[in-house]
């Protein structure tokens, strides 16, 4: 029995997911055994996989430094780019780099690369002064975020970093707002003395989650924002934008509100916050400000919301675990396997399409139910977490073994092995198929590509069965759509009323594979009551009639024709 646990717990890990992160078009996970799969658009490397190919499915990111495995404990994914922080503190990123958001001085990089940058700096709550430099202590990442074009860490003594694409003064901007490139992370002062807990990053603003003394103590977040502010997403009331992080009042100090989450859209913002003045302390509230033209604030408006704005809509007495920010839809996950999502075409992210008709057709102003179909539903069971891409949605669910995700499916960004729009959850290929990729030689050794494997033509082998398999299925599901509708229809006819599962006869819910049908027929007759057996009467009474009509009717139409023959 213990050699049975050991192995389930080792299953467990490797098939576990722990985390996710969508960019534009790519999504990352991570496993709890430390490994990073990707998925989707493969463009400008940000697959980390050696190519630019895309992928349909979850292909593992092999990274090996000095010949050991790398494990990792985060995902971050940015528009065009990815990052993911090691076990050890390091930071590794791939993908788009003309901002410098990999932290490397260079070009793309289309496999994972370690950023040095962070191994010559050190950590600047470690000291007193920024002179003081003899003082400083090895920097060591704790956390990471992704977005837009720019990249944030938080160290081991709580500061925050930032790079790529970053708001900050320059001197061509005369002290106004401007967004500067750097490939070198840049400490943010400003919360020096303070702990940053949490931060997100839309396209050019910045919301983070600050204690509010020395330390964290677990429930003294300061909530600040700054960067650029023209549709409001700063939530401070107005839309001058702001160089330097200033406090959201709604979330200052002294606030009742206690935020636990935050999330970043390309211009709106979303927060999940708990009600300290409320005695039940596991009621959450979601958020929203910023721009609001599609729906993406969720507060049955398409106005931007200059100030923090709770969501109406969500089901009363939930605990939110869950929320993040697409290009133009919000999404939510409580405890209870509750989905919700809001924002452009009825909140899956997706531009107006001329599928979309009637009351199909519009952006949803306010939180939509997101049902799980088949035997799960309607509730996700065991959520973990939810991330929206630029037009897509990934869930993790069932305690971290299995993937829904819908919305936009262009470059397999879905992970279900297809390139098509998804207008309703649909399960992703997890686990993958982890043989095929060991034996592909994907493997990378300090950044380079082994091109000696057969992965690519593997792959490609394994995509052409995948498509076949995936348009077998279409076709058996619209053959039994076509005998559903025949079924339904003969038995409506024949009991009047629609056909239902319960209806099934016994003999076809057993695995013989043979009946007899004589028996069966006489069964379901003795189990039938009066009003059932009388409909079948009338039904039985009326087919013959019919029956008889027609052949007469044939008989006459032929003895005319024969008539006119001669």
């Known amino acids: 029995m213990e050699d049975a646990g050991a192995a389930l717990d080792s299953r467990t890990l490797s098939n576990k997911i722990v985390a996710i992160s969508a960019g534009e078009a790519h999504t990352l996970a991570l496993t709890g055994e430390g490994d990073v799969y990707a998925w989707g658009r493969g463009t400008l490397g940000r697959l980390g996989t050696g190519s630019e190919e895309d992928s349909l499915f979850p292909v593992r990111i092999h990274v090996r430094d000095r010949n050991r495995r790398v494990k990792f404990v985060e995902v971050a994914a940015g ?20 901002y410098g958001q990999l932290g490397l001085n260079g070009e793309h990089a289309l496999v994972p690369r370690l950023i040095y940058q962070f191994f010559e700096l050190g950590s600047p709550g470690a000291f007193t002064d920024e002179s003081e430099t003899s003082s400083r202590t090895p920097l060591k990442v704790s956390s990471i975020k992704a977005g837009g074009m720019m990249s944030l860490a938080i160290d081991n003594v709580g500061a925050l970093w930032i790079w790529g694409n970053c708001p900050q003064q320059s001197s061509s901007s005369e002290g106004g ?47 600040y924002s700054w960067g650029n502010n023209n549709h409001g997403q700063l939530g401070l009331g107005d839309t001058d934008s702001r160089l330097q992080p200033e406090i959201i009042e709604k979330f200052s100090q002294g606030s009742p509100w206690e935020v636990y989450a935050v999330a970043c859209g390309a211009f709106h913002t979303a927060l999940l916050a708990l009600d300290n003045r409320s005695s039940d302390t596991t009621t959450s ?15 049955g408006t398409t106005r931007n919301a200059l100030l923090p704005k709770p969501v109406e809509g969500l089901l009363q007495n939930v605990f939110l675990i869950s929320v993040d920010c697409g290009l133009f839809h919000t999404s939510v996950v409580s405890s209870a396997g509750d989905v919700w999502s809001w924002g452009m075409e009825k909140g899956l992210g997706l531009c107006p ?21 088949g035997p799960y539903g309607p509730k996700f069971p065991g959520t973990v977490q939810v991330a929206c891409g630029a037009a897509h949605t990934v869930l993790v669910a069932n305690d971290g073994y299995k993937l829904w995700s819908w919305g936009r499916g262009r470059s397999g960004v879905l992970g279900n092995g297809r390139t098509t729009d998804c207008y309703a959850p649909s399960i992703a290929l997890w686990p993958p198929l982890i043989e095929d990729f060991e034996e592909g030689g994907l493997d990378h050794v300090d950044g380079v590509k082994n091109n000696q494997g057969k992965g690519p033509a593997r792959i490609k082998e394994m995509e052409k069965r995948l498509s076949m398999a995936t348009e077998e299925t279409r076709l058996l599901r619209s053959k039994l759509s076509m005998m559903e509708k025949y079924a339904s229809l003969l038995h409506g006819s024949i009991f009047g009323k629609p056909f239902e599962e319960q209806d099934m006869p016994t003999f076809l819910l057993q695995n013989s594979g043979t009946f007899d049908i004589a028996k069966e ?27 008889k009509d027609k052949l007469l009717k044939k008989r006459i139409q032929e003895m005319v024709k024969e008539c006119l023959d001669t």
């Open 285 to 299: 509230v979601c958020w929203t400000f910023g721009l609001g033209d599609n729906g993406q604030l969720g507060l």
């Open 79 to 98: 528009a065009y780019h990815s990052l993911a922080l090691a076990d050890d503190g390091s930071v590794w990123a791939w993908g788009h780099n003309t």
């Open 353 to 373: 399409d001329a599928r979309f008709t009637g009351t199909d057709a519009g952006d949803a102003l306010s939180p939509l139910l997101i049902r799980c179909n």
């Open 177 to 223: 707002f401007s967004l500067v490139s750097s490939f070198i992370p840049i400490p943010v002062w400003n919360f020096h003395g303070h702990t940053v807990v949490k931060v997100a990053c839309g396209n050019e603003h910045v919301v983070a989650l600050v204690s509010a003394g020395e330390t964290y103590k677990g429930s003294d977040l300061i909530c």
């Open 521 to 547: 027929w006489e069964s379901m007759l003795e189990s039938s009551d009066r009003d059932r057996l009388t409909r079948l009467e009338l039904f039985y009474r009326n087919l013959l009639t019919g029956v």
